[in-house]
């Protein structure tokens, strides 16, 4: 199984979680736009596979994002574009006229088998927005981003938020589906 | 001249502005994730060349969106998620909190040339972000922006806005360019 990335931190916990090998391919494939994180990892496995010559293995990518409620769903698969203009404390002011602060933290496995079927599994974390950043660990959203299994963020979570994060529980859905296959 | 649009009253715009025959392939082109509509254009453009098996013409595409100066420009090209998950009414909520309410709607149209080579012409009209949605005319962000040229908001301002929109702009330049050629 080829993983599309170019984090070496993130294969291994993949990986751990799916107790397969993984070989890492760091392509740049343009991201399509979409809100649903699920549709961006797909088309970014399809083109990875294309990219990698259609190899006889099965070729795995991943996508993630925050999916504001107050804002359907907003900006989900396009997070990191959102923060990479405005940063977290941006993202608290466009917050800021909005009552309700729940979210989903979202991520989308997709993978695509060497006869060019796609299966997606899809993991989800409810919880909320924080009134202030707080926490020094994780990246993105972290700072923001309260599991509704913890008061804590993810950033102040650490590495405990790894034990049951959207990232987490898309891979445990599918361990799941390669243990029956 | 090839331009990639689904939409009619567009090419005709467009073709009145070029002074050229333009013939429209209306192509399904998943659009690359960015917040620069020059970027996204280029893409597009690119995408659609070979969608059409490499033409020996000029393949035109544009893409537009509105850039908010106190979000450093976004959501620029991710414009249309944004108002499909909120409307104009969640983006005026978003914005409430910011004292700043500058903005540019931003156009850029690329043209990829028979032997690969693209040029893009950017149109900019600056502008603010109204208090509150007017008019009935015009889709997408037009209730919201008012050009610095009018006191009215795009929607207000009917067919009056594409006698110097933002994409008015963007293909004037490119006529220049098709005249200099």
Redesign the interface.
Known sequence: MVFVTGNEHKRREVREILGVELEAADLDI??????DPAEVAA?KALAAREALGFPEAYVLAEDSGVMVEA?????G??TK??L???GVE?LL??????EDRSARAVCVAAVVAPDGSVETFRGEVPGEISPEARGEGGFGYDPVFVPEWSARTYAELGEEKNKDSHRARAFRAMRGWLEEA
Chains 1, 2 share one sequence.
């Open positions: 343009p991201e399509v736009q979409g809100i088309a804002w359907n769903g907003f900006p698969a396009l574009w959102l990479g203009s405005v941006g002011g466009m917050l800021s006229g909005f």
